[in-house]
């Protein structure tokens, strides 16, 4: 069955460190999607990035940078020199291909974030 | 602007009343989902809909119903069957083809009492 684990529950780093997202997949398709969302206070999720099962390219957006290694079956996110505005609760999601050519999303049960001053 | 919207916000209701949560889109987007969280959890899909007229149940379907009579819209109904119905309800729509990101409203928090 498709699973995504995030194993830590919760992070507390203090401004301006570096902090690591683990995210770890499991999945019996060859072709497949790989996704985070951010979700801060507010509620909305936010998405952040989509990765395919075919590029395995390393991926940094400013102070954003994901880790995609199929050897491994994981998709970690890394954020630099964090800030307050950081502080959310982050979720790794995997495709999920249905019978009728439809998808879903299969998402880790979250990281929360806290960036403290 | 592009989006998505959930009204109300907040929501609260009395046992063994059905509730209906809305969402509409404007994004041109075909498939939407209904999804659910519970505190300190991810998120479950409770039904989703592909295309107008047609709609299939998540993993969680038991106790709610859908519709999808336009493009825009994707009402969902909490019934009265539903057992644990207080919980954090988030619309999400997205392209069927192409790169298969979700897009998220801002959600609707319900409590039943």
């Known amino acids: 069955a498709q699973k995504v684990t995030q194993a830590q529950t919760e992070i507390s780093v203090v401004e301006k460190e570096d902090v690591t997202l683990d995210c770890v997949y499991e999945t019996r398709d060859t072709t497949y999607y790989l996704f985070w969302y951010k979700q801060p206070p507010s509620g909305e999720l936010v998405f952040l990035i989509r990765?395919?099962?075919?590029?395995?390219q390393n991926e940094i957006s400013g102070r954003y940078s994901w880790n995609f290694q199929k050897s491994t079956s994981s998709f970690n996110f890394t954020i630099t020199a964090s800030q307050v505005v950081d502080s959310a609760v982050y979720f790794c999601a995997l495709s999920e291909a249905g019978g009728d050519s439809s998808y879903k999303l299969i998402f880790g049960s979250g990281t929360r974030l806290l960036v403290r001053p | 602007d592009g989006g998505i919207t959930q009204s109300p916000k907040y929501l609260f209701r009395k046992e063994g009343q059905n509730v209906t949560l809305s969402c509409e889109q404007n994004l041109n987007h075909d498939a939407m989902y209904w999804y659910r969280q519970d505190p300190g959890q991810g998120l479950r899909l409770i039904y989703y809909?592909?295309?107008?007229?047609?709609?299939q149940k998540g993993d969680i379907a038991e106790g709610y119903s859908v519709s999808r009579e336009k493009k825009e819209s994707f009402p969902l109904t909490v019934t009265s069957a539903q057992k644990n119905p207080t919980a954090f309800y988030l619309c999400?729509?997205?392209?069927?083809?192409?790169?298969?990101?979700?897009?998220f409203g801002p959600g609707t928090r319900l409590t039943v009492t």
């Open positions: 809909s592909q295309i107008v007229n047609d709609f």
């Open positions: 990765r395919n099962s075919f590029d395995e």
């Open positions: 999400a729509s997205s392209l069927t083809t192409g790169y298969y990101e979700q897009y």
